[in-house]
């Protein structure tokens, strides 16, 4: 959660940011900035280090949103009936720099949003963090969908190079990140908003 100060008659308050940088709930109010910034560095430490599924805005900035999420979840099946396991060949370093896309490109959105500035394997899955370029078109639009947890992360390949074993994907090299309200593995979005596809995606009942 990013959190502000902004200054109110004489006080200091702490906010919760909003995604169009404006001040959301108010969580305190200081005599003086130094005491306010304090509260703020302590809000961000004490908050939980467990790993939420879904992705989430870690922090902003004026001109960049660093977002993180799971781009690959081991075990249990995506939409296919597949699934990657700590074994899947992810070949990360045949894309250095991943770009950050909405949908692979096959909607209306067709520019990189960003890109993916650190990709870490975990016991879970994929650990990813990303950095969107808050003057690009539509990433605007794409923060608050993330606030509202209706997107989830998806990891493009090449098709030629994809292996499997029945349904286990053995060689899997990405080459993009994609926010999607439709991943394969619908795992990385909310479970209020997957209960929400259920009419539209019966597939999801799995889950």
Not at 73 to 82: N, S, T, V, Y
Not at 133 to 157: F, H
Request: net charge negative.
């Amino acid at each position: 959660m990013p959190y502000m100060i902004q200054k109110n008659g004489e006080r200091f308050c702490v906010h919760k940011q909003n995604v169009d940088d404006t001040a959301g709930d108010e969580i305190a109010c200081h005599d003086t900035e130094g005491e306010a910034e304090a509260q703020m560095a302590a809000l961000y430490a004490n908050e939980p280090k467990a790993k939420s599924l879904n992705v989430s805005i870690k922090s902003l900035t004026d001109t960049t949103a660093t977002l993180q999420g799971y781009g690959v979840l081991f075990g249990g099946q995506d939409l296919q009936g597949e699934q990657f396991t700590p074994e899947t060949d992810f070949a990360l370093d045949l894309v250095p720099v991943k770009s950050i896309f909405h949908e692979h490109t096959l909607g209306n959105v067709k520019h990189a949003l960003g890109k993916a500035v650190s990709v870490a394997a975990d016991d879970v899955g994929l650990w990813v963090e990303m950095e969107l370029d808050r003057s690009r078109a539509y990433v605007k639009e794409i923060l608050a969908l993330v606030e509202k947890g209706v997107l989830g992360l998806s990891s493009g390949s090449i098709q030629h190079l994809i292996r499997r074993a029945g349904k286990t994907i053995t060689a899997w090299p990405i080459v993009e990140f994609s926010l999607t309200p439709t991943p394969a593995e619908p795992r990385t979005l909310g479970v209020e908003w997957i209960k929400s596809m259920l009419p539209s995606y019966p597939a999801f009942k799995a889950f």
